[in-house]
T-cell receptor, first 116, second 114 residues
Framework: EAQVTQNPRYLITVTGKKLTVTCSQNMNHEYMSWYRQDPGLGLRQIYYSMNVEVTDKGDVPEGYKVSRKEKRNFPLILESPSPNQTSLYFC???????????????FGQGTRLTVV | AQSVTQPDIHITVSEGASLELRCNYSYGATPYLFWYVQSPGQGLQLLLKYFSGDTLVQGIKGFEAEFKRSQSSFNLRKPSVHWSDAAEYFC????????????FGSGTRLLVRP
């Protein structure tokens, strides 16, 4: 079954304690991205990756890091989490980043992060 | 600047009634338009998309949307709502002249009265 898998689904952590949210897709997609969802703001892109070892900032990259060492995995790293990073996070993947290629983004089920 | 607006935060309709969710975008370049649905505790599922051609597009679950370039709108419609349609709906837009960035609206939460 084609899917994007995020782990963990729920996480409560303390300020400053490094954490990683994993994202894995089994569709051999080149393009992957991370979003955060906050009430009244919709989804905002944090980082994206066009392919292995190619990553770039989205709209709200501050406080986050990513890596793309393998095509299937795109972990999101919070080196020193703060309460304003409490949010619902989604990973997405698609065959290519260019919408002219008529691609569709597939989303994971989300990770609800609380930083206290 | 590129932006997507969903003016209705909440909409409540009775089961069996028709539904229209509004979406407007700004920016002049050719848009690529999407509607996603998010059920409680779930990720986002694509309902439909518009890239080119017929401006009335059909999607899954009986939804359709119409692209009106003159109004910069891509409203989502359904003729008869079912209780299972209760969810949050997101309009998203990408633009041909920029590197792929899917910009989302703030969402509209649909409540269905029995």
């Amino acid at each position: 079954e084609a899917q994007v898998t995020q782990n963990p689904r729920y996480l409560i952590t303390v300020t400053g304690k490094k954490l990683t949210v994993t994202c894995s897709q089994n569709m051999n997609h080149e393009y992957m991205s991370w979003y955060r969802q906050d009430p009244g703001l919709g989804l905002r892109q944090i980082y994206y990756s066009m392919n292995v070892e190619v990553t770039d900032k989205g709209d709200v990259p501050e406080g986050y890091k990513v890596s793309r060492k393998e095509k299937r995995n795109f972990p999101l790293i919070l080196e020193s989490p703060s309460p304003n990073q409490t949010s619902l996070y989604f990973c997405a993947s698609s065959t290519a980043g260019d919408p002219r290629l008529n691609t569709e983004a597939f989303f994971g089920q989300g990770t609800r992060l609380t930083v206290v | 600047a590129q932006s997507v607006t969903q003016p209705d935060i909440h909409i409540t309709v009775s089961e069996g009634a028709s539904l229209e969710l509004r979406c407007n975008y700004s920016y002049g370049a050719t848009p690529y338009l999407f509607w996603y649905v998010q059920s409680p505790g779930q990720g986002l599922q694509l309902l439909l998309k518009y890239f080119s051609g017929d401006t009335l597009v059909q999607g899954i679950k009986g939804f359709e949307a119409e692209f009106k370039r003159s109004q910069s709108s891509f409203n989502l419609r359904k003729p008869s709502v079912h209780w299972s349609d209760a969810a949050e709906y997101f309009c998203a837009v990408a633009w041909m002249d920029s590197s792929y960035k899917l910009i989302f609206g703030s969402g509209t939460r649909l409540l269905v009265r029995p």
